[in-house]
């Protein structure tokens, strides 16, 4: 049964007391990754994939039949300073065109046969303009909170996180810096397309924020609460609830990245059951990838959003498994191995 945070200070005890990998699975995926009928490191980041994989399902061998996706759509008070180049309503439009079955993630993610969880947190309650006060109350980042873990299958193979919130990659920027340092227009892009002005519009917002909070941004969950944003603490904690049930995660761009960027905060070992599906066009992802010490799996030029990139990501995810599962031994094909 998964343990309900009723304040920040239980979050970061169930932080602190999330499992490590399992070592065993990760012997066994590595023994049986030497043996298998090519040349040691020849399949590259799959060979890596697998072996990631085995330790944070706690089995060997690993497996990616049952892949779940998140969706989580929230709104921003930033939004109202012009930061985005769409109004806050297409936040819910596009909930409504993932319920018709009209939007990318939808196609990815029958391509995965996944099944695909789209979660609107109070759409028509925007958090609170960080630039004037706090994003959240205690009890209303909690909730969020809450909502990402019970939104997890915890019988999943894989899960795939992402999001949809108009204003959400200044959330993302203001929240890195909050986290890692810097100013807007370290961490700004152009998001959805705006022009100079509204570049310019949003790296104001965000060092507005970071001077109204700089205070109190020494906690990591703190700062999510003062800078962040609903679909950013439902990523959080769909993360750590991951953790908990040994399912591997595949993050999406830079908001989801900045979200489970948290843990990573919070401690150093934090997303090791993760992988960044890929590096996003806004800037400011591949600086925060630095920050976290991840490797995209892919470069696309995706800056969609809405986990596209994640279910991309996880068609690689499965083949290192089925490769990793089915090839045959040097010894079961009779082929001889290095040095015979």
């Known amino acids: 049964m ?55 399902q706690g089995r060997h061998p690993p497996r990616v039949e049952r892949i779940q996706i998140i969706v989580f759509a929230a709104n921003h008070g930033v939004a109202a300073h012009g930061v985005s180049a769409f109004p ?4 819910a439009q596009m909930v409504a065109n993932f319920s018709a079955g009209g939007a990318a993630i939808n196609q990815l993610s029958g391509w ?11 759409l028509d309650m925007p958090t609170g303009d960080i630039t004037q006060e706090a994003a959240l109350d205690e009890a209303d980042c909690l909730a969020a909170w809450q909502e990402g873990m019970a939104a997890l299958d915890s019988q999943a193979d894989l899960v795939c996180l992402g999001e949809m919130g108009i204003g959400n990659t200044t959330i993302a920027s203001a929240l890195s810096a909050a986290l890692f340092g810097g100013t807007g227009a370290d961490w700004a892009g152009r998001g959805t397309g705006v022009d100079d002005d509204g ?95 991840q490797q995209p799996l892919l470069d696309f030029s995706l800056r969609l959003g809405e986990a596209s990139g994640a279910a991309l990501a996880a068609g690689l995810v499965r083949a290192a498994a089925i490769t990793h ?5 040097f010894e079961s094909a009779g082929i001889s191995g290095p040095g015979e």
């Open 199 to 293: 570049l310019a519009r949003k790296a104001s917002a965000i060092d507005k924020a970071l001077t109204l909070h700089k205070d109190h941004l020494g906690d990591p969950l703190e700062a999510l609460r003062r800078v962040g944003g609903r679909e950013f603490a439902a990523i959080a904690g769909a993360t750590l609830a991951a953790r908990q049930a040994r399912v591997p995660v595949l993050l999406d761009g830079f908001a989801c990245s900045a979200a489970a960027a948290l843990l990573h905060a919070v401690r150093a070992d934090g997303l090791d059951h993760c992988l960044v599906s890929h590096n996003s066009v806004e800037p400011g992802h591949a600086r925060l990838l630095k920050k976290i010490g």
């Open 325 to 329: 599962n089915g090839m045959a031994t």
């Open 112 to 122: 995965l046969d996944a099944s695909l969880t789209v979660i609107p947190l109070d």
């Open 2 to 56: 998964r343990s309900v945070p009723h304040s920040l200070q239980d979050l970061h005890k169930l932080i602190a007391a999330a499992p490590p990998g399992d070592a065993d699975a990760l012997q066994a995926a590595q023994a049986r990754q030497a043996v298998l009928t090519k040349p040691a490191g020849s399949l590259g980041r799959l060979e890596q994939i697998a072996e990631w994989l085995a330790p944070w």
């Open 88 to 91: 806050s309503a297409v936040t």
